[in-house]
């Protein structure tokens, strides 16, 4: 998505746009003379069109900053950074000084528009402007392990009141655990207190296949970083061809949507009492080797993979990273020590380390090895 302020490219002609100067529409020379304008000292961002990004002349840099392109013609890689929007023909006359909002997720761009669509865009500038505080504060930056990889550490809840707080802690992303979706008014309010980090949710069976339900999905996608977790995943072919029917009729209707990922969220083995149960997890591992084999099958399936821990200790968080997830999940009030240790252990040590516990067993020599590595490496 990309907002485009001020006056866009003006297209007398396929193959030659220009600069919209006001003065291009004076009546004769004294009306020109009259006209007082000045070369801007910053660029100015605009929406460019042009029949392909091959075909396009040189923009008059640096007086333009070009957010996003509109074209005819399916472009070619390499593509360029900013979004890019095929139309079947392109507006030849655009109204002097338009706003034009670009939505290349949905497909659609958006001349002068209005105000009801103007605030919804400008309020995900907003929340990545949040996105932006939340990675300059140091609780909040990304953690990476000792061996240089990274590892989001993020905060599991079961109601969305708890989203704020756990974000807020320094997770940086929120797994949730809610039996039912929220109310559709509070959906921008979420949004805002994620201040873009990803949300992941499994989303229970009794919900899972409700028409209203995979519409909101994506529609939420518009607002958020969505990744979900479908449980049970025995239906999940059937399920993602619902989703893709969905997507098709929103598009029709004009409706903006954005993009949503498949995660899958594994859980250790023997938990402790006050963890959440067996039925809410994607995968149900009942000994370390169950885990490890369902977790190299999300790996070979290309998921956004991450581990369900019980506690930040030292030998909990390695046997996770063993598994060299995206992101581990913990207890909220657990994230910031979870971050301090896990840049502390090593994932090449920590894999290494796991599989000598499934050759060798359970030592108590073993198990204290990831404490011994967090206490040398303070």
């Given amino acids: 998505m990309a907002i485009g302020?001020?006056?866009?490219?003006?297209?007398?002609a396929p193959t030659a746009p220009e600069w919209l100067d006001p003065r291009l529409f004076a009546q004769d020379e004294d009306e020109w003379?009259?006209?007082?304008y000045r070369m801007r000292t910053e660029p100015l961002e605009v929406i460019a069109l042009a029949p392909s990004l091959e075909d396009a002349p040189p923009i008059l840099a640096p007086y333009v900053r070009v957010?996003?392109?509109?074209?005819?013609?399916?472009?070619?890689?390499?593509?360029?950074?900013?979004?890019?929007?095929?139309?079947?023909?392109?507006?030849r006359v655009l109204p002097p000084d338009a706003m034009v909002v670009l939505d290349a997720n949905?497909?659609?761009?958006?001349i002068d528009p209005s105000v009801a669509t103007l605030t919804r865009y400008q309020s995900q500038l907003l929340r990545v402007a949040t996105h932006t505080r939340y990675h300059i504060e140091s609780q909040h930056l990304p953690v990476r392990t000792w061996d240089g990889q990274t590892v989001a550490i993020g905060g599991r809840i079961e109601e969305w009141a708890a989203l704020e707080s756990t974000a807020q802690i320094g997770a940086e992303l929120v797994v949730s655990f809610a039996v039912s979706p929220p109310e559709k008014p509070e959906v921008p309010h979420l949004a805002h207190q994620l201040g873009g980090k990803p949300l992941w949710w499994v989303v229970p069976r009794e919900i899972l296949e409700e028409p209203e339900l995979q519409e909101s999905l994506w529609r939420w996608s518009v607002e958020m970083n969505l990744t979900l977790i479908p449980h049970p995943p025995e239906r999940l072919a059937e399920w993602l061809q619902a989703m893709e029917a969905v997507k098709l009729s929103l598009r029709e209707q004009h409706t903006p949507i954005g993009r949503w990922q498949l995660g899958w969220l594994g859980t250790l083995p023997d938990r402790e009492e006050d963890s959440l149960p067996l039925s809410a997890h994607l995968s149900?591992?009942?000994?370390?080797?169950?885990?490890?084999?369902?977790?190299?099958s999300a790996l070979e399936w290309g998921l956004y993979r991450a581990v369900l821990l019980p506690d930040a200790e030292p030998a909990t968080l390695a046997t996770g990273l063993a598994a060299a997830p995206h992101a581990l999940i913990v207890p909220p009030t657990q994230v910031p020590l979870a971050k301090e240790r896990v840049a502390l252990l090593a994932t090449g040590e920590c894999r290494a380390w796991f599989l000598q516990r499934l050759n060798q067993g359970d030592t108590e020599t073993l198990l204290r090895q990831p404490e011994a590595w967090i206490r040398q490496r303070r």
């Fill in 5 to 12: 302020v001020g006056a866009p490219l003006y297209l007398p």
């Fill in 33 to 36: 003379l009259a006209i007082e």
């Fill in 67 to 91: 957010v996003g392109w509109i074209v005819e013609r399916e472009p070619t890689p390499p593509l360029p950074s900013v979004p890019v929007l095929k139309v079947e023909r392109l507006p």
């Fill in 106 to 110: 949905a497909g659609v761009a958006y």
């Fill in 284 to 296: 149900e591992a009942a000994s370390l080797e169950a885990f490890w084999e369902v977790e190299q």
